[in-house]
């Protein structure tokens, strides 16, 4: 028998239907079957709303709208990614933004099957010095949770920057609303500011786009387009923020440690 809360089953629960309901759109996508399939992108996203929803209901209790509840709420990870789980729910479906949501799921789902189902699939024999016939797969699945952690959540990082280009372009031509890049915009601004593999990946970017535009062959009027573009965005990501001291910095907020977690942290699993 799973030896679980109610709130930590309805978590994990959430994080399968975004898994598989997400994973599953994803490969029609993959395979060119454009149409019929909008119901497992809902799918997905009400799974992630039901897991963060969870977590967020634990962490802050009963919403209220007193301005410290509300400035603490917008400056925690969970709460960043709950709402654009809800906007991307509610609007005309764009498969990339799955990933970074599936990606967290997919950890979840390890970190959950090795704490929580194994250890109720076989219980040793009494008096047995045996170890768990399940207990090599549960060192598996936790050696490579800890070495892909890093190298999911970089990936994820590029893919929230590839996500923005997406929706800027889908603004500019009419395929997505103007105010998805925007809010979006201000998500990034907050993942850049919270998250080390958010920064890295935009210095990055930065850096490869650099070169590029400083090559001879780069028209002057792109040089100076892009350069008014970077001082821009540079400006609006480093824009100080408002935090409540009992807030986390940027070191301790990227990386999981007992003090704090990322969306993707799999040493939270009972709490997210």
């Known amino acids: 028998m799973l030896k679980a809360s109610a709130p930590h089953l309805i978590w994990a629960a959430g994080h399968f239907l975004t898994f598989l309901a997400g994973f599953r759109y994803l490969l029609t996508i993959a395979t060119f079957s454009w149409t019929g399939y909008d119901a497992w992108y809902r799918v997905a996203y009400f799974g992630a709303i039901v897991s963060y929803g969870v977590v967020i209901y634990k962490s802050f209790g009963v919403p209220r709208t007193d301005k410290a509840y509300v400035q603490r709420a917008l400056m925690d990870e969970n709460v960043?990614?709950?709402?654009?789980?809800?906007?991307?729910?509610?609007?005309?479906p764009i498969s990339i933004t799955l990933i970074p949501y599936i990606t967290f799921s997919l950890f979840h789902l390890l970190t959950f099957t090795r704490t929580?189902?194994?250890?109720?699939?076989?219980?040793?024999?009494?008096?047995?010095?045996a170890p768990p016939p399940h207990s090599q797969l549960s060192k598996s699945i936790q050696t490579w949770v800890k070495d892909n952690y890093d190298r999911a959540m970089r990936f994820v990082s590029y893919a929230e920057v590839v996500i923005f280009v997406r929706v800027l372009f889908g603004a500019l031509l009419f395929r997505n609303s103007l105010l998805a890049p925007l809010l979006y915009a201000h998500f990034l601004r907050l993942r850049f500011y919270m998250s080390s593999f958010t920064r890295a990946a935009f210095h990055h970017v930065r850096s490869e786009l650099d070169g590029l535009v400083q090559h001879p062959s780069c028209p002057p009027v792109v040089r100076k387009g892009y350069f008014m573009l970077t001082d821009l965005v540079t400006?609006?990501?480093?824009?100080?923020?408002?935090?409540?001291?009992?807030?986390?910095?940027p070191a301790t907020a990227a990386r999981p440690t007992p003090q704090s977690s990322t969306p993707a942290d799999p040493t939270k699993t009972k709490v997210r």
């Not at 960043?80 to 005309?92: D, H």
């Open 80 to 92: 960043q990614y709950l709402v654009m789980a809800v906007y991307w729910c509610y609007v005309k």
């Open 116 to 129: 929580t189902i194994l250890p109720a699939m076989v219980s040793p024999s009494a008096g047995s010095s």
């Open 235 to 249: 400006r609006y990501a480093s824009t100080v923020l408002s935090i409540n001291k009992d807030q986390p910095t």
